[in-house]
């Protein structure tokens, strides 16, 4: 299914066009959403869930063939928490096993959490498994540009709901979006009382977000964020 407008996001699962680049992929149960945006023959995938419903998600993009002549891979992590990184090792597997080359990509500070497999801050064990160390190929920091293809995607770092806390902004001269993460959704704000959370720092991150121009947001969790403005404008008044 396709979009043009805001409007016409449907409220069923996934999948969903986002054009020119997008599909995105609802979140099952404690999962986050998971997104794909393809260029060439480059694919950018955004969070991975926990891993539990990994082959839902890949049944679907082998089956309306977003990964048709895909050769290399990002599995880029908007922060720590193990509903949005537990399935980057099965989905690498998953790929590599179609011959298609795969790396990690995240926030310098969220790739050492995962490098260290620190559970006191992934949360793993919330959803009765165990952290492992985790290879990051590519550390970012604020300001940095993810090149997938002939798109250029810039990362925000966002502190606030984790330390690691990044959004990735995409302006192809089209359509602007933004991936939020747990940073920001459509009407509240990821949490700030777990291990790294900060609440000012939460708000300093949305007062940042407010300066771009955003035509869809595409949160970790529920729905697409709509009036981009009048959504953070409206969460600052009570934070």
Request: proline share 3%; hydrophobic share 35%; aromatic share 10%.
């Amino acid at each position: 299914m396709k979009i043009s407008s805001i409007e016409e996001f449907p409220r069923e699962l996934v999948p969903v066009e986002v054009p020119p680049h997008t599909v995105m992929l609802r979140g099952i149960g404690w999962d986050s959403n998971v997104y794909l945006v393809r260029s060439g023959e480059d694919a950018l995938i955004i969070d991975t869930g926990t891993g539990v419903n990994w082959h839902a998600y890949a049944q679907i993009w082998e089956r309306e063939g977003h990964l048709t002549g895909i050769r290399r891979a990002v599995i880029f992590n908007t922060h720590e928490h193990f509903d949005h990184v537990g399935g980057n090792y099965v989905l690498k597997n998953w790929l590599e096993e179609k011959g298609i080359e795969v790396f990690f990509a995240a926030h310098e500070t969220t790739a050492e959490v995962l490098e260290r497999g620190d559970d006191y801050v992934i949360l793993a064990y919330a959803y009765g498994r165990k952290s492992k160390p985790q290879k990051v190929d590519i550390h970012m920091k604020e300001g940095d540009r993810l090149r997938i293809g002939s798109l250029e995607l810039e990362l925000i770092h966002t502190p606030g709901h984790t330390a690691g806390s990044s959004c990735l902004y995409l302006d192809d001269g089209e359509t602007r979006i933004m991936f939020t993460g747990d940073t920001l959704f459509n009407g509240t704000v990821g949490r700030t009382d777990l291990p790294t959370g900060n609440g000012w720092k939460l708000q300093k991150s949305l007062e940042r977000l407010l300066k771009y121009d955003v035509d869809f947001g595409l949160p970790g969790h529920g729905w697409v964020i709509k009036e981009w403005e009048e959504n953070i404008n409206g969460l600052l008044g009570w934070l």
